[in-house]
């Protein structure tokens, strides 16, 4: 069984747009358009990984990865934080996320970040 990425963001051209760069770099992909449904998608596809927007509507970011880590099932799945925000990195670390990586974002940098969390790696 390939294990997915889920990519998590209220953005439909970024989410589309992520997803076909994953996807093109050979990962299966699962998106998300707000928190909340991130974490039934999380709970049902447990991904390798997880990229996560900040700010979304219905549940943001944060409030996904408190959720998240609340979940015995889905607690262990590493967060990237994608954000513009300029205080993301702070966010992310309070998060216990991965790594942070700040919009307009460096794809070459997310798909070294993403196979280097690959479970293939």
């Known amino acids: ?3 997915s990425i889920l990519v ?9 747009m992520l ?5 093109n770099d050979g990962h299966e992909v699962v998106t998300a358009t707000n928190g909340m449904e991130a974490f039934n998608l999380a709970c049902e596809h447990l991904p390798f ?3 996560l927007d900040l700010m979304m509507p ?5 409030e996904f990865r408190t959720a998240q880590l609340a979940n015995d099932t ?3 799945i ?6 513009a925000r300029h205080d993301a990195t702070r966010i992310a670390t309070r998060m216990k ?7 307009p974002l460096d794809f070459d940098a997310l798909l070294t970040l993403c196979a280097r969390q690959s479970p293939q790696h």
Do not use: F, H, N
């Open 19 to 23: 997803a076909l760069i994953l996807q």
């Open 74 to 76: 889905i607690k262990r």
């Open 1 to 3: 069984m390939t294990r």
């Open 49 to 51: 990984l997880i990229l």
């Open 97 to 103: 996320a991965v790594a942070c990586l700040k919009k």
């Open 8 to 16: 998590v963001d209220d953005d439909p051209d970024s989410l589309q």
């Open 78 to 83: 590493p967060v990237v934080v994608l954000s």
């Open 58 to 62: 219905i549940m943001s970011g944060e």
